[in-house]
C-alpha cells in the first residue's frame, strides 16, 4: 500500500510534534453515531483517524457518540465494531459518550455555576423561531437571567425526572446576536425518556452533539480531532466550551476534512436507511450499497477501500469522485489475489461431433491443467475436465456474424480456452427456432489451444464440461441510481433509482472447483469478472466489478 502524500492534516500535526504542542502526543478517535452501519464515507474518516495516530506514533479510540436514545441500537454498534476490524484497524479502546454522562452534567453544573448556562422553560418550537438569521439578531429568552441558584435547582430537578418531556432545555448562556449562530445560546440538554441501549433508564436528560463532543474528547484525551467540513461553524462553540471548563488535560483541537461522495449512490445514514426500510433493497449489506458490509458482500477487498482512500487524499474541497475510480481500486486489488474459474453464465451447449468414447463406450474426458491465477505462480493449477458435450455462452455464437463478432459462427473456428481449436458446422433448434445446440468438430492436433501449423484465430472463449458442470446462481449489478449525483434534479435521491439495479440469474453453469471457494471469497470468472461468494448461501455469486477498466476510459474521454 503507497504512503500517503502530505495534506493540510498530516502538515498540522507534523507542526504540533515540531514544536510540543500537547507535548508531542497525538492521540484522535473515531466517533460514529450507532444509529445505522457503516459505509465508505465512514472509511475516510476512519483511516484518517487511525492513519494519523498511527504515523506519528500515536493512538486511536473508537468512541460511540450515542447521545440520542431513540435511535441508537446495540446491533449497529456491533456491527460497527466488525466493520472496523475488517476495514483492518484496532481501536487502541472502545468507549462510549454514555460513559461520560455523570462527568458531562457535573460540567454543565459547573457552567451554571459560573453563570455560563441557564434552563429555559420554552418549546423547542419557540427557541428556534428565537434565533434569528443571518444579519438578524435572535431574540434572548426571558429566562435567561435567572440566578445561579435558580439554574442549578431546575437543572437538578430536569435529572431527577420531575418535568415532563421537551418542557425544558439546558442552554449555554453566550451571545443572542453573534454572527454565527451556533453561539446564540445552544441547547446542551433536551428531556427525553428515551430508553438507552446502554444506560438504560438512568438518564432522562440527554446531551446535545456540541455538548457532548468536545467534552468527551477531552475526557479521552484526545489532541486532534477530525470531523466533516459542515462541523465548521461549530468549531467556535467547541472552543467556547473547552475554554471554560477545568479540563484534565491540554483543550484537544478540532479540524474539518472534506466528506466522501461518490457517484451513483447516496452516502447519509438516513438515505441508506430509507432504502433499507421501503425494502428497495435487501438489508444493509445488500452488495449494492455502499455500507462496508455491502461492500464486503460484493466482494470488495479492504485493502481495496483503503488504497482508495488513501489516493484520493483529504482536503478541505467537497467533491464527488468517481465510482469507476473505486473500482478501478477494486479490480488492482482483485487482479492479483483473486483465483481464475471458468463459469457459463447464459449456457449454450456445444456439441463436437467428431470427440471420441472411452472404451466403455461414454464421451472420453481429458483434463487439462490450468492455472489458478497467471498473475501469481504460487496459486498453483488445479485440473479442469474437458468432454464432448460443452456449454459456452449464448452470447459467443452467432448463426449469422455481426460485423466486428470475431467469436463463434458458422464455418468458424476459435479457441475452447487451454483445451483445443473448435469450428461450428451446424445448430440444432426447438420448434420456436430457437438454438439450442451448436455442433462442432475438434481438430485433435490442437490440444492445450494452438495448431501445429501456426494458424491463428481469432478469439478464445470459456467453457464448462456438460458432464461436470455444476448450477449456481450470479447477481449481476448496475448502478443504484441512474445519475451521478442522485436527486439533483429533484431534491429525492429515490427519483432516480435504478428499476434494474439487479439481475438474478439462475442455471449458470460453473466448474466444479467453484463450489470449493470459501465462503466471502471472490474469484474471477474468466473474461467475464470478479465475483464474490456469498457468505451465507453456497453457489450464490455477486458480480463484484467487470474487467474493463472504465475508469481508464473516463480519464481518455476528459483528456480528449
Ligand atoms: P451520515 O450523514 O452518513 O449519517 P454522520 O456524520 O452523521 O454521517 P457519524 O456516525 O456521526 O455519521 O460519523 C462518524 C464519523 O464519520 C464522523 O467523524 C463523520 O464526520 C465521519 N463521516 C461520516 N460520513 C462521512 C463521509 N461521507 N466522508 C467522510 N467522513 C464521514
Ligand atoms: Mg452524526
Redesign the pocket.
Known amino acids: 500500500m503507497s504512503a500517503p502524500a502530505s495534506d493540510f492534516v498530516r502538515e498540522m500535526v507534523r507542526e504540533d510534534m515540531e514544536a510540543g504542542t500537547f507535548g508531542g502526543r497525538v492521540q484522535t478517535r473515531?466517533?460514529?453515531?450507532p444509529?445505522?452501519y457503516l459505509?465508505i464515507?465512514?472509511a475516510?474518516?476512519i483511516i484518517l483517524d487511525f492513519g494519523i495516530a498511527s504515523e506519528f506514533g500515536g493512538t486511536c479510540n473508537l468512541r460511540f457518540?450515542d447521545t440520542n436514545p431513540d435511535t441508537e441500537e446495540r446491533h449497529f454498534v456491533d456491527g460497527i465494531v466488525e466493520d472496523i476490524d475488517w476495514l483492518g484497524y484496532t481501536p487502541a479502546r472502545t468507549v462510549h459518550a454514555s460513559d461520560y454522562f455523570e462527568q458531562l452534567y457535573l460540567w454543565a453544573e459547573h457552567l451554571v455555576e459560573c453563570g455560563l448556562a441557564y434552563v429555559d422553560d420554552q418549546d423547542p418550537e419557540t427557541i428556534s423561531a428565537q434565533r434569528g438569521g443571518y444579519g438578524r439578531p435572535g431574540i434572548e429568552s426571558p429566562y435567561r437571567d435567572r440566578t445561579a441558584e435558580e439554574n442549578l435547582d431546575l437543572l437538578r430537578r430536569m435529572r431527577a425526572g420531575e418535568f415532563p418531556d421537551g418542557s425544558r432545555v439546558l442552554r449555554a448562556r453566550i451571545d443572542m446576536a453573534h454572527e454565527n449562530m451556533q453561539l446564540r445560546d445552544p441547547i446542551m440538554y433536551r428531556i427525553r425518556r428515551g430508553h438507552h441501549y446502554r444506560t438504560a433508564d438512568e438518564w432522562c436528560i440527554y446531551p446535545t452533539y456540541d455538548w457532548a463532543h468536545g467534552q468527551s474528547d477531552a475526557i479521552e484525551g484526545v489532541t486532534h480531532s477530525?470531523?466533516?467540513l459542515e462541523?465548521d461553524s461549530h468549531r467556535p462553540l467547541y472552543d467556547w466550551f473547552l475554554e471554560r471548563l477545568p479540563l484534565p488535560s491540554d483543550k484537544p483541537r478540532q479540524t474539518e476534512f472534506a466528506?466522501?461522495?461518490l457517484t451513483h449512490t447516496v452516502?447519509?445514514?438516513?438515505r441508506l436507511a430509507e432504502l433499507v426500510a421501503t425494502g428497495r433493497v435487501d438489508g444493509w449489506d445488500d452488495p449494492r450499497l455502499p455500507t462496508l458490509r455491502g461492500l464486503r458482500r460484493r466482494g470488495y477487498p479492504a485493502a481495496a477501500i483503503r488504497d482508495f482512500c488513501t489516493f484520493i487524499g483529504v482536503s478541505r474541497t467537497n467533491s464527488r469522485h468517481e465510482i469507476e475510480l473505486l473500482e478501478s481500486f477494486v479490480r488492482t486489488e482483485l487482479n492479483r489475489t483473486a483465483q481464475r474459474r471458468m463459469a457459463v453464465l447464459r449456457p449454450l451447449r456445444l456439441v463436437l461431433t467428431n470427440w471420441p468414447t472411452d472404451e466403455a463406450g461414454e464421451p472420453a474426458v481429458e483434463w487439462f491443467e490450468l492455472w489458478n491465477n497467471p498473475e501469481d505462480p504460487a496459486d498453483g493449477t488445479r485440473q479442469v475436465p474437458f468432454s464432448g458435450e460443452l456449454y459456452i455462452e449464448r452470447e459467443d455464437f452467432a448463426e449469422v456474424p455481426p460485423p466486428k463478432f470475431f467469436r463463434l459462427s458458422l464455418g468458424r473456428e476459435v479457441r475452447l480456452r487451454g483445451a483445443y481449436l473448435v469450428t461450428a458446422t451446424d445448430v440444432v433448434t426447438d420448434d420456436d427456432g430457437t438454438i439450442v445446440e451448436v455442433r462442432a468438430t475438434y481438430d485433435p492436433a490442437t490440444r492445450g489451444g494452438s495448431a501445429p501449423d501456426g494458424r491463428r484465430v481469432k478469439s478464445t472463449m470459456h467453457w464448462v464440461s456438460v458432464a461436470h458442470a455444476v448450477d449456481a446462481t450470479v447477481a449481476e449489478y448496475d448502478r443504484l441510481f441512474t445519475t451521478a449525483a442522485p436527486g439533483e434534479a429533484t431534491g429525492d435521491p429515490m427519483d432516480d433509482l435504478n428499476p434494474t439495479s439487479r439481475v438474478l440469474l439462475t442455471g449458470c453453469k460453473v466448474e466444479g472447483a467453484l463450489a470449493d471457494t470459501p465462503a466471502g471469497g471472490v474469484v474471477q470468472f474468466e473474461r467475464l469478472g470478479y465475483f464474490a461468494h456469498d457468505p451465507a448461501e453456497p453457489l450464490l455469486f455477486h458480480r463484484t466489478v467487470g474487467l474493463r477498466d472504465e475508469w481508464a476510459a473516463i480519464q481518455r474521454r476528459q483528456q480528449r
Open positions: 473515531f466517533p460514529p453515531e444509529n445505522g459505509h464515507g465512514h475516510k474518516a457518540d477530525f470531523c466533516t462541523f466528506r466522501l461522495e452516502m447519509s445514514k438516513r
